[in-house]
């Protein structure tokens, strides 16, 4: 089977990359091919079966030339402009998100047969009603930020597409994954990732949102291994809406330091502070996101549920490593 992840140079398409190569079998099949497509890559990876393609998914003829092949191909796509970039360009992130996600499903529906797609979705396709309640595949989608929008719509495009028999598709709708490793990024997310990695690093985090915001997460290995189940699910046990929401933990710095506190006196580990530093607009982006999700529809799926959040946390440091 030939596989292509689109953002394959990010941190899930690498870790998603990873664990497809440690299986080395995804639906029953043997994975010959690994097409890893993005504009840059940070952590390469030596693996014959692994080919890294830099370009831009916005450029059709781009896409087509990369995502050729058969129907015996699955494909991930993950590419995509991050909130924060979002909200600042709103141009690029048509152009990227839409016109990217556009493309790669149509190259998918040129490919002979009905070759698998799953879509790296987000709960910012929820919005504009009370965010306290727990919101669920049912919950109707009223995106508040641009990268929002561009989730519900490619989301929207999988459904049809599959219903017409283009491709079988199927979207995860993410919560916040975490713990990341690196710097921030343009994520109005990031502080998410950034309360657990800098004090566990010793340095400080500028906190951007109020200590008592809750907001839904689930750790990486969860999040990559919830690509797959839904990929290998049975087509019969899927309904008409494609996209599955995944359940996630409901967060907030202050639990997120009481976590790393734990953590840090079982490991001695000495934490850098967190700082408050707010931030009108990223608590205003927050603000419009969904505080908990419910996510029984994907358990009942199959897809796995996240460990408990020090669990997460200790999988972070076991993966990329405690302070010295």
């Not at 994975?31 to 693996?47: G, K, N, Q, Y």
Request: charged residues 25%.
């Amino acid at each position: 089977m030939k596989i292509v992840i689109t953002g394959g140079g990010g941190f899930l398409g690498h870790q998603l990359c990873k664990l497809l190569l440690a299986r080395g079998k995804l639906c029953g099949q043997d994975v010959s091919e690994l097409v890893l497509v993005d504009a840059h890559f940070h952590r390469p990876l030596s693996d014959p079966r692994v080919r890294e393609v830099k370009g831009d998914i916005s450029n059709r003829d781009f896409i087509f030339s990369t995502i050729r092949g058969t129907e015996q191909t699955t494909i991930f796509h993950l590419a995509s402009m991050v909130s924060g970039e979002c909200e600042e360009r709103f141009d690029d992130a048509l152009r990227v998100n839409l016109d990217g996600g556009r493309h790669v499903f149509e190259a998918a529906r040129a490919i002979a047969g009905r070759p698998r797609v799953v879509f790296a979705s987000s709960v910012a396709c929820y919005g504009g009603m009370d965010m306290t309640q727990a919101m669920s595949d049912g919950t109707k989608q009223l995106p508040q930020t641009t990268y929002g929008m561009t989730k519900a719509i490619c989301e929207m495009l999988i459904n049809d597409h599959t219903r017409k028999g283009h491709f079988d598709g199927r979207s995860v709708r993410l919560p916040t994954v975490i713990v990341r490793p690196g710097k921030p990024n343009a994520a109005a997310s990031s502080w998410a990732s950034g309360m657990f990695r800098e004090p566990l690093q010793g340095e400080e985090c500028l906190l951007p949102i109020r200590r008592d915001q809750p907001h839904p997460m689930t750790g990486y290995r969860t999040a990559v291994a919830s690509f797959i189940a839904l990929c290998e699910a049975p087509e019969e046990k899927l309904s008409r809406d494609r996209a599955y929401v995944l359940p996630g933990h409901r967060v907030t710095p202050q639990i997120a330091e009481s976590v790393i506190t734990e953590v840090a006196a079982a490991r001695g580990i000495k934490l850098g502070p967190i700082i408050e530093k707010f931030d009108k607009r990223i608590q205003g982006i927050v603000d419009n996101w969904p505080q908990q999700v419910d996510g029984s529809r994907a358990l009942a799926l199959g897809l796995p549920a996240p460990p408990p959040l020090r669990e997460i946390v200790e999988h972070y440091l076991e993966d990329f490593g405690s302070p010295k």
